[in-house]
């Protein structure tokens, strides 16, 4: 009985790379991952969304989290992949594709093996995860996958980034 219990309270996640550096995401978020392949690039898009693939007849956008995180892009190589995620978007369920330079392995944490995300010292913007796991002598960053691809905030940070096309004599 004991070790059920212990066993229910641990969380899974599936840890991969981005520019040298390894996140995880919640296992029970990940519907599969895919062979890399180049998406169709839409139009007007945010330069983090890479375009879309068909997923068995559904449109799945391709997120490119290195960019979305403003580390450098990596290249593609045979080990890259798509990470199918499920998220909630605006209280509606939602997939999303996300590009990783490679898959690395499914951790088992207890709860107090996670800790607080720092509020200052990582590439990623400390709203976008929810913890830090030590595995060896690194941590692997926890992300909270909603709020790291919340629609609005993949619009609304390249509307901040974009110079305005308005003169201050045409505003």
Request: hydrophobic share 45%.
């Amino acid at each position: 009985m004991t070790a059920t219990v212990t066993s229910e309270a641990r969380s899974q996640y599936l840890s991969f790379f981005l520019s040298g550096e390894e996140y995880g995401v919640s296992i029970l978020r990940v519907k599969e991952i895919l062979e890399y392949d180049v998406p169709t690039r839409v139009p007007a898009m945010p330069e983090s969304i890479t375009g879309v693939i068909n997923l068995r007849g559904r449109v799945v956008p391709i997120i490119d989290l290195a960019v979305r995180f403003g580390l450098p892009t990596s290249a593609v190589t045979r080990r890259s992949c798509i990470v199918v995620v499920e998220l909630t978007i605006d209280g509606e369920p939602a997939v999303m594709g996300l590009i990783a330079d490679s898959v690395s392995q499914v951790l088992d944490l207890a709860p107090d093996a996670i800790e607080p995300p720092p509020s200052f010292g990582t590439a990623v913007r400390a709203d976008f995860l929810e913890g830090m796991a030590q595995t060896g002598r690194k941590f692997v960053m926890l992300l909270n996958i909603d709020q790291a691809l919340s629609v609005r905030g993949l619009f609304f940070d390249q509307l901040q980034a974009e110079p305005s096309s308005t003169t201050p004599a045409e505003a």
